[in-house]
């Protein structure tokens, strides 16, 4: 159980295209989702809290216009990274949790690397 | 700075060896959590402990808490190679909202040698 699931898993694409990222809860509610950006050989670093039906909140330092985040519904959340440049290229990584419970995991879907020509 | 430090930054092994990974920690946390990321791939959650338990098993997995030091071991026995991957802890902290917000540490690359 707790499956989550990223897609697409990889993108190249060209400067200035936007990109939309998904992230599913299969087989659970997820009332909060949460994206991460990894560069190579380090650790997570949070970008956003993100809230079904309610703004997502952005860590310090983290462009809301850049990194649009949509939380519609209970299953999916979907990051957009617009007017994509190479500096944005990474390792997106998204999270959910099973309800809302403080001492819960998080389950995490298998991320999307991105890479902008 | 992370919240999470991790030592080693790298450990290898031989197979069948016990592996110990460490993590400290800078403020006071709910719950610490352990994770695994195999290379290119999401995060695989190990365990999570409670700011009130001291320890935890799961297979070969042990994991300590002390939270008077800011500290968590994770120990992996009888390693296999299929254990190589990179080890992320995770503090779990309640933040503004009531919601619980999670920071990793910086990760120990684990090379087990068959």
């Known amino acids: 159980g707790a499956v989550v699931s990223q897609h697409p898993s990889r993108v190249i694409c060209k400067s200035g295209t936007s990109v939309k990222i998904e992230c599913r809860s299969l087989?659970?509610?997820?009332?909060?989702m949460f994206w991460y950006r990894q560069f190579p050989k380090k650790s997570l670093m949070l970008m956003a809290t993100?809230?079904?039906?309610?703004?997502?909140?952005?860590e310090q330092g983290v462009e809301k216009d850049k990194f649009l985040i949509n939380h519609a519904s209970l299953t999916l959340s979907t990051l957009t990274v617009t007017s994509a440049h190479p500096e944005d290229s990474s390792f997106y990584i998204c999270?959910?949790?099973?309800?809302?419970?403080?001492?819960?995991?998080?389950?995490f879907g298998d991320g999307t690397r991105l890479s902008i020509l | 700075s992370q919240q999470g430090e991790e030592d080693p930054q790298a450990l290898s092994i031989q197979e069948g060896e016990n592996a110990t990974m460490n993590c400290s920690y800078k403020?006071?946390?709910?719950?610490l959590q352990w994770y695994r990321q195999n290379s290119g791939r999401g995060l695989v959650h190990l365990i999570l402990?409670?700011?009130?338990?001291r320890e935890k098993h799961s297979g070969r997995l042990r994991v300590t808490l002390d939270t008077s030091k800011k500290s968590s071991s994770l120990l992996i026995t009888a390693s296999r190679a299929a254990d190589t991957a990179s080890y992320f802890c995770?503090?779990?902290?309640?933040?503004?909202?009531?919601?619980?917000?999670?920071?990793f540490g910086t990760g120990t690359k684990l090379q087990v040698i068959p």
């Open positions: 993100s809230n079904e039906g309610s703004k997502a909140t952005y």
């Open positions: 999270s959910a949790r099973v309800g809302d419970v403080s001492n819960q995991p998080q389950h």
């Open positions: 403020t006071s946390i709910n719950n």
């Open positions: 402990i409670r700011s009130n338990e």
């Open positions: 087989d659970f509610q997820a009332t909060t």
């Open positions: 995770a503090t779990g902290q309640l933040a503004t909202g009531g919601y619980q917000k999670v920071t």
